[in-house]
Structure formats: C-alpha cells, structure tokens
C-alpha cells in the first residue's frame, strides 16, 4: 500500500486542477498583449483571480499572484516595511523560514526584533504578543495554523490587540498552512496581508498570491515590468495560476467534508499509536490544532530512521529530528514548546489530505508498530 | 541531503549484530552533543583478537548503518588493526555518506576506539 501522509509538505495535483491546466496548456499568449492571444491569457487569469478572491473574502484587486508562499511572505514583509522609517518588528519564534529568516535578515541590518514565545500546545499568547508593541512598531506577522504541530494561532486576537494599540502598526498573516483546513477570511480577519500557496492545496507548485487589503501601500521588492498592480513584475505563470484558482475554489468547496473526514481519521490513528505503542507524546493540541495535522513524538527512537522505514512500507512522513533538517537543528517549533532533545528527536508528523482512507490509517498504524518496536531494539536507550 | 547509497539502506535495513553482549571484554558507549546520536559498542577479544562484536544505536540511517558497518569491520581483527580503522575506512566500506552525515562515521570509529580503551583498562 502507498500512503502519503505528508500532505503538509506538499499535495498531489487533484483531477479538477490538472484538468484546468491541462485545458491552459496552449493558451500561450503573454497577457500583458493587446492582441486576441493576450486577451484570452489575461481572462484566464483574471478568472483565477476571481476565483481566489471569492474564497478568501476578497476583492480581486487585493490579491497578487506570486511563485508562492515564501515569495508572498518575503514581498509582505519587505515590501511593507519599505514604505516606512519605523524599526521594530514583531513575530513568533514558530513562524516558517520564509518569515522566521526574512526577520533575522532584517535584524541583521538594523531593525529591531521580538521573536515572541509559545506554550506547550505550540500557541502564542496574543496578550503577550502585544506587550511589545512600541511607538516604532512597523509592523507584525503571526501564522495562522503551525506547520510542524498544526497548533491554530489566535489571530483575530492579536489584530484586535494591536490594532486598539495603533491603528499604524501592519498586520501580516501567512495562512500558507491554514487555508483550505479552516475557515478564513481576510475582511474578518482584519489583516492587512494574508499569504498563500497552491501546493499545499492539490495544486500547482510555484505558484502562491498575497492579499493586499485595498488601501493598504505596500512596494515591490524587486522590480520589473508594471504586472500585478506594479507589485510583482514578470510575465505570469498562466497554467499555475489557473491551477491555482481551480485548487482553491475545490479546497474550499470540500473543506467541510475534508474537516470532518480528518477529524475521524486523526482520531483513529492517534487513539491507533497510544493504543498500541508505549512512551510517546502527542505533540499536537486536540482541540487547537488544524485538524489534518498528527505530531507525535516516539522516545527512544530517532525520526529519520521511522521516516525511512516507514518509507519502506509505502507510507511518506516526515520528522523533526536534526538530522534531517539540513542545519543540524532539531524542529525550533518542538523546541519552543518545550520538548526536550530527545523527544524533539523522536517527532513524527503525519498530515492527512484530501485522498487519505481509513483502510491506509488501519495500515499505517499496524507498519508503525512494528517499525518503532524494530528500532526500540536496536536502541541503546 | 543526498540520498543514501544502496549499501547503507542495507545496512540500515538488515543491521548486522544488533543486541548487547554480557561480560563483554570492553564497552564503549559514545553520543554526540551536536545531534544527539548515541552509540553502545561491545567488543568480545580473546588472544587480542576481537572475536565479536555487537551494537546498539540511537540514531538516522547513517548512524545505525555506520554501527552496523563498523561491526563487521572489526571481528576477526587484532585490536591492532582495529585501531587503524577510521570514519573514512566505514564511510568507504558504505560506499559514501552524505557531508553531513559524515559525523556519524565519526562516531563508530569513537565507539570502536572507547571500548578497545575500556578492553585495555580490564
């Protein structure tokens, strides 16, 4: 059997997005052109576009298409804090690379930043949050739904909070994780930006969008020709953004029923792990976490081993040990929470999506079982 | 990273001596504080030759291979030769590690070494 339970990572392309694509494949036309075959890419987009807007409660101008979240997250942060002199800047120490490492740049040359702390379900207190607001506050960014643990952050709070602080203070959301497994939207929200990803969706990578709340100026952080309102040059991706607005209208439309099957099968498989194996630890929250989204942490044993014997079984995970991290670091979100080294170590994350069926997780549960018990006996510990 | 090579998903799949032994001639157990891969190496030397050896590792897929490698390396060898085995010898005999993995490599040749200093201390 193949079970893909890394969907948090990335998605397979659904029917519905590669059909859309596969229909934009010869639509070939630059469409900033005047001529028919720019006209017929400019509509492909714009339909796109349309499409994003409505399930993210937005006005199609609002929304810039970009090659991603990490794009849309540098251009927020960047873009925005060009348009001002003001220096401090706040996050969460749980926040993704693609804001965690655009903050550290930005302490590295001159700002002045807070990383604020979370609590051992991987939540931001907002009330904290906003304790560091200053007079030089330029701007903040806080995720809506954790990566790694699926922990949900308590956004409208922090919004509410620093917008009664000062009307001035920029709000950032990067809801890369978030959308398509709960309810958002951005006129609600009360953000300013909000970032999103198609691959997390089923469909297409390299391509993402930045809502931009009307009114809001930010600048561009590279430059080029005038596309995207002048905030993102480059001749568009056609096909990815069609994929994109088809992956987002279907994301939404079976959002309930997507929430309500990983509600079951999250259960299952958690209730499947204590029942059968010994000395862990949910790390995810139950109640405040994105519900597709199981971290469980297995002592004594390391991740990456689990990853690659369950890869062995058919079944895609991934871990927050160090030894896969690339940096030698274990999950700095794991280790936020509080998770000692040797739990932080042991950390499986399974990310249910759209295709997962109780039949895969009465499987995976058997394999995990014997794949920890094999490497138990192989441990020191 | 880069992928492992076929002869370390061998020796990580199918480890050889796994498991622990009583009144072992020398243990050298071994963890690296970077990442925290711990390593238990027991030595069996009769006449100076190390006649078995077995392992147990916490640790990725390079780890357990590395422990697992270094194992059969050793048996059959005078504590000599054994001490002539360095991380590069088992990183060779596994036909590579990725750069970052190469501390693993490190820690069996600083298992290996532990438990002969243990075997001499007896």
């Given at each position: 059997?193949?079970v ?63 090659s991603g ?21 706040v ?19 001159g ?49 509410k ?61 590279y ?69 597709n ?42 280790k ?32 995990l ?13 | ?26 243990v ?27 392992f ?47 501390h ?19």
């Amino acid at each position: 059997m193949e079970v893909y339970l890394d969907n948090n990572a990335t998605t397979p392309l659904s029917e519905e997005v590669l059909n859309e694509m596969a229909e934009t494949m010869r639509v070939f036309g630059n469409a900033s052109s005047l001529h028919s075959p720019g006209v017929k890419a400019r509509k492909t987009i714009e339909t796109a576009r349309h499409r994003v807007a409505t399930v993210l409660g937005s006005e199609e101008d609002e929304i810039i298409f970009t090659s991603g979240g990490t794009e849309s997250d540098n251009l927020a942060i960047m873009g925005y804090l060009r348009t001002t002199d003001k220096k401090h800047i706040v996050t969460s120490c749980i926040e993704h690379p693609a804001v965690l490492n655009v903050f550290r740049y930005l302490g590295n040359t001159g700002y002045d930043i807070d990383l604020i702390g979370v609590d051992e379900k991987g939540r931001v207190d907002p009330e904290e949050f906003c304790s560091v607001l200053r007079d030089d506050t330029a701007m903040i960014s806080i995720m809506m739904a954790n990566n790694e643990v699926g922990a949900i952050q308590p956004v409208n709070e922090i919004v509410k909070g620093v917008k009664d602080y000062s009307e001035d203070i920029a709000v950032h959301t990067d809801a890369v994780q978030a959308f398509g497994k709960m309810r958002m939207n951005c006129r609600e929200t009360g953000v300013d930006m909000l970032s999103v990803s198609a691959h997390k969706i089923n469909g297409p990578k390299g391509v993402g969008a930045l809502y931009v709340r009307r009114g809001f100026k930010i600048e561009p952080v590279y430059f080029g020709g005038h596309h995207e309102r002048g905030l993102r040059p480059g001749t568009e991706n056609v096909q990815g953004i069609a994929g994109f607005g088809k992956a987002s209208e279907v994301a939404v439309g079976i959002m309930a029923e997507n929430i309500s099957r990983w509600d079951k099968l999250k259960k299952k498989l958690s209730d499947g792990i204590s029942g059968s194996i010994s000395d862990i630890r949910i790390n995810s929250h139950q109640e405040y976490a994105i519900s597709n989204t199981l971290n469980v942490s297995f002592r004594n044993v390391e991740g990456e081993a689990v990853l690659l014997m369950l890869d062995d079984a058919g079944i895609n995970v991934s871990t927050g040990s160090a030894c896969t991290s690339g940096t030698g670091e274990p999950s700095h979100v794991l280790k936020a929470m509080g998770l000692d080294e040797l739990d932080a170590k042991g950390s499986i994350r399974f990310s249910l999506g759209r295709y997962n069926t109780e039949d895969e997780i009465d499987y995976v549960i058997e394999k995990l079982d014997k794949v920890i018990s094999r490497l138990r006996e192989v441990s020191p510990l | 990273m880069e992928q492992y090579s076929e002869k370390v998903m061998e020796h990580f799949r199918n480890p050889r001596n796994v498991g622990k032994i009583e009144n072992a001639d020398g243990v050298g157990y071994v963890s690296n504080p970077m990442c925290g891969d711990i390593m238990k190496l027991y030595i069996k030397v009769e006449n100076d030759v190390i006649t078995d050896a077995k392992f147990r590792t916490f640790g990725c897929g390079a780890a357990i291979a590395s422990s697992s490698m270094i194992t059969e390396m050793i048996k059959g060898k005078s504590i000599e030769e054994a001490l002539d085995i360095s991380n590069d010898a088992v990183i060779e005999a596994l036909d590579g590690l990725p750069p970052i993995k190469k501390h693993c490599s490190v820690l069996a040749e600083q298992a290996l070494r532990k438990a002969i200093e243990d075997y001499r201390k007896k």
